[in-house]
């Protein structure tokens, strides 16, 4: 199927996903947090669709970036793929900043499971049901979520300076 | 591996592999609860080697991530730069005035260099894993030719590790004059050591029965857990991207694609430490035909001093300092299974997001599910032979 027909398939029974409006034209369906699990489900087990491969699940941080209106989210992006058909489809599930929240797909595609594990480490989005949730890459005590594009540098971890004195990070784009 | 019903359930043993186990390639620790001899439990611990490749990804201008590719996977560096320029050429060509157009000489010397160095980075796969199980020679047999390879890399750019050399729009410089003739003298010669390699592992009785049937992984369960690459293949599912999406000069090439196939024989499951294992061996050699085919196609060096092989570069780094919006997603076949760069751009110099999805990754997700049931002394295989390589997985 090509990505008109596989839109169409999926607005016929979930007429909450919209197409969204991207700045290279290439096709993305934004997924309300709260039909992600149903679409995902449906995506997988429709033979046509057949879904069986996340390519990858990662996410990014909108509160820098040039859109209008401005953004206040963390885009969670889905790439899936079908090894059978060989189409695939990019999903985003936009979360609130402040305390974002989504399903789970790890009971889906149990490859989500480190995936997951790995947004909620770096940008701090909490997965409703994935079987443990916990940071993978920064340490458990870490403070924060270094990908979050408001991330504060820590000055010291456990005792340790980071920084030599009057040396200081820069956070955002070395100028240059 | 049922084993664990058999053991009556005893008093539980925790045992913490690593980070600075020898078998646990790098600084992996894996936290296993054993009963008796059997594992009940495998909880890998990650992040030993985090060096937040992706947030600095964000802070530093497109051309000037390259070399940080080369840290995410080191043992194969130049498919590392050559996943990340793909994907910079794709968002650039997102843009249909913006497009780069890579000379064939370099199109020839990116297939050259990155199967010469899956070549290289599958010895230390299959050498590394005969090591883990307790034969130390063939990894020094392995060693031995990545050697040449390094040789040959030094002398086209000066590192032998981490090359910094594909660069986006082409590669930093053009083949040496000797360089051909120094390939298929390497490609020659490590035929005949393959031939070595395989009386002294591959058919040897004791490693194949040692490997047969260890943490076997059906097709469906690889697809669902996310492997790539040898690791998905070794399940049986005939899939690589350089035939099936091909990127540069693999469409015209024409890539034989092994998959696994209860090599072990009647001991063997599909899908087992032995297929990932036999895989990789079929992998090499279709690299060293790759090499010889691309040899065949390699054009003359350009005569005027005016055109060598990145000789757009100064208009790449031009088009890079306002690249097109949004976001785009490639993935190129590395030796350890899909890498995938997902690039996000806000239009200007620098990356908005940077983000890499890597073979090993996956693949260290998989080891809780099929460590569970399998023997302690088995760990050390499974590890091996999922080829997992540490600065990967933390990035």
């Known amino acids: ?88 489809l990019a999903l985003w599930v936009d979360a609130p900043r402040a305390s974002p929240v989504v399903p789970s797909v790890a009971g889906i595609w149990p490859a989500a499971i480190y995936f997951e594990r790995e947004v909620f480490d770096l940008l701090g989005v909490r997965f409703d049901g994935h079987p443990s949730l916990h940071r993978i890459l920064c340490p458990d005590d870490w403070i924060g979520h270094p990908l979050r594009k408001d991330y504060v540098y820590p000055a010291e971890y456990l005792g340790v300076a980071h920084l030599r004195e009057g040396q200081h990070f820069e956070s955002g784009p070395v100028r240059g | 591996m049922t084993i664990e019903a058999l053991t009556p359930a005893g ?54 991530f390259v070399p940080y590719t080369d840290r995410v996977d080191y043992v194969c560096a130049m498919n590392a730069n050559l996943a990340y320029c793909l994907a910079v050429e794709k968002l650039l060509a997102t843009d249909p005035a913006n497009r780069v157009v890579i000379p064939r000489r370099a199109e020839c010397i990116r297939v050259l260099v990155a199967e010469l160095n899956r070549i290289s980075s599958h010895l230390v796969a299959v050498g590394s894993m005969a090591m883990d199980v307790g034969a130390y020679t063939p990894f020094l047999h392995g060693i031995a030719q990545r050697e040449v390879v390094n040789d040959i890399f030094e002398r086209l750019c000066g590192q032998r590790l981490t090359y910094n050399y594909v660069t986006i729009g082409g590669v930093a410089f053009d083949l040496h004059e000797s360089a051909p003739a120094e390939i298929t003298r390497f490609l ?21 029965e040692r490997c047969a049937g260890v943490a076997p992984v059906t097709a469906d369960e690889a697809i669902a857990w996310g492997l790539v690459g040898p690791n998905l293949r070794g399940s049986g599912v005939d899939w690589d991207l350089r035939r099936d999406e091909p990127y540069g000069l693999y469409g015209e090439l024409g890539v034989r694609v092994p998959v696994g196939d209860r090599f072990a024989g009647r001991r063997g499951v599909r899908g087992d430490c032995y297929d990932r ?21 390699l054009p003359p060096a350009a005569k005027e001093k005016a055109d060598p092989i990145g000789g757009h570069q100064f208009d790449v780094s031009k088009l890079l300092r306002k ?73």
């Open chain 1, 1 to 88: 199927m090509n990505d008109a027909a596989i839109t169409a398939r999926i607005q016929a029974v979930f007429p909450d996903v919209q197409p969204a409006t991207t700045p290279n034209a290439q096709p993305r369906l934004c997924v309300p947090a709260a039909t992600l699990p149903a679409l995902a489900r449906f995506l997988l087990d429709q033979p046509d669709l057949a879904f069986t491969s996340l390519m990858d699940l990662t996410g990014y941080d909108l509160a820098k970036y040039p859109s209008t209106p401005p953004s206040d989210a963390i885009r969670v992006v889905y790439l899936l793929h079908s090894l059978c058909h060989l189409h695939k």
């Open chain 2, 11 to 64: 008093e539980l043993m925790k045992l913490s592999m690593g980070p600075q186990h020898p078998a646990t390639h790098g600084v992996l620790r894996i936290v296993v609860e054993c009963d008796g001899e059997v594992v009940t439990n495998c909880t890998p611990d990650h992040g030993y080697l985090h060096r937040s490749i992706e947030k600095i990804g964000e802070c530093i201008e497109w051309p000037l």
């Open chain 2, 188 to 208: 020659d010669e490590f035929e005949r050591a393959m031939v070595k390699l395989n009386k002294l592992v591959t058919t040897n009785a004791i490693f194949r």
């Open chain 2, 277 to 297: 294992y036999v895989v990789r061996l079929l992998e090499m050699q279709e690299s060293v035909r790759l090499c010889r085919e691309t040899l065949k196609l």
């Open chain 2, 323 to 395: 690249p097109p919006k949004g976001e785009v997603h490639c993935r190129t076949e590395a030796p350890r299974g899909e890498m995938g760069y997902f690039l996000v751009s806000d239009g200007t110099k620098v990356p908005y997001r940077v983000r890499v999805r890597t073979g090993s990754f996956s693949a260290a997700g998989i080891f809780h599910r099929v460590m569970r049931g399998a023997f302690l002394a088995d760990v050390v295989a499974i590890i091996g032979s999922f080829d997992v390589v540490v600065p990967e997985i933390d990035r």
